[in-house]
């Protein structure tokens, strides 16, 4: 592995806090005992812990400590010399104090980012909302290899999350107005302070179809929004009002009364869509059990949505493992 994909693939990994064994190591070890230069580790170390996102938005206490005693690991195997830099960001990280919230950042091909602030819990307050799950970068690296479907379009995303997803459409794809929404308050409340985070302005909730403002039309920016959507709750008369031309939804069918739920939804959308044509709708989750992915085709198929699935795209623009097959389908409502 050359030099800079090295540095670039320890960059990703560590703006993103992915696992530390996911690392490339192994070609760090071999250039290190290949090279008494300390360089390599600098770079790295530039890259990483004081990346400008980094110092900015930093990820968790515990996670940098971790990956800086790895560092010097390797470091201290191959070379002789204490190299002062890495010892002095050790403590400095050693006197610093754990938050209940760390920050993920995604390098987006535009040179542009998007930072995510997240819970340290994986699963708190009784919801898998607050953090940014496989499928949600998955769906975001196909929609920004097909920016037309968003460009200029209302869309409506169901179940934001953390939020990831949206945001990179939005620094990307140019949409026209852009819905966030999630029916669990905490993580509706995290999702709004993401979207200001990026940059974004918040338009007020409101019962009124999206416009965009004054400001919109002379800015690539697009009307924003963050609501509070039940989907056993929703009415067909108050998704009629956001008018969607896109609907998306990442990772959200890990259970069979979410299954039920979510198709509860889309026959809601397919109703109040029949004046106004129907949206286009993409759904991207991962297989993590074949049953579960029966389940939810049945029931397309019992209330008569069609499907087809998405060829996989080549392109992966951010760090994630593929332990289990992904996939996005684009259903016929």
Known sequence: MASAALIEGFERRFLAARPLPSFPWR?????????LDSELLLNILQKTVLHPLCVKHPPSVKYTRCFLSELIKKHEAAHTEPLDELYEALAEILSAEE?????RS????SG??????????????GTTGLVTWEAALYLAEWAIENPATFTNRTVLELGSGAGFTGLAICKMCSPKAYLFSD?????????????????????PDSTAPLQPSVSTLVSPKPTVMAVQLDWDLVTTEQLSVFQPDVVIAADVLYDPEIILSLIGVLQKLSACQAHQGSPEVYIAFTI???????????????IGIGWQKLPSHNQKLFPYEKYSEMVILRLLV
């Open 99 to 103: 938050s209940t919230q760390c920050h």
């Open 106 to 109: 995604y390098l987006l091909p």
């Open 112 to 125: 542009n980012s998007v930072s995510l602030s997240e819970s340290t819990a994986i699963i708190s307050q």
């Open 183 to 203: 029916c669990h308050s905490q993580v509706l409340q995290q999702l709004k302070g993401n979207i200001l985070l990026n940059g974004f302005l918040l338009e």
């Open 288 to 302: 993590r059990n074949p049953d579960t992915y029966q389940m939810f085709k049945t029931e397309l198929s019992r």
């Open 27 to 35: 070609s760090l070890e071999e250039k290190l005992k290949n090279s």
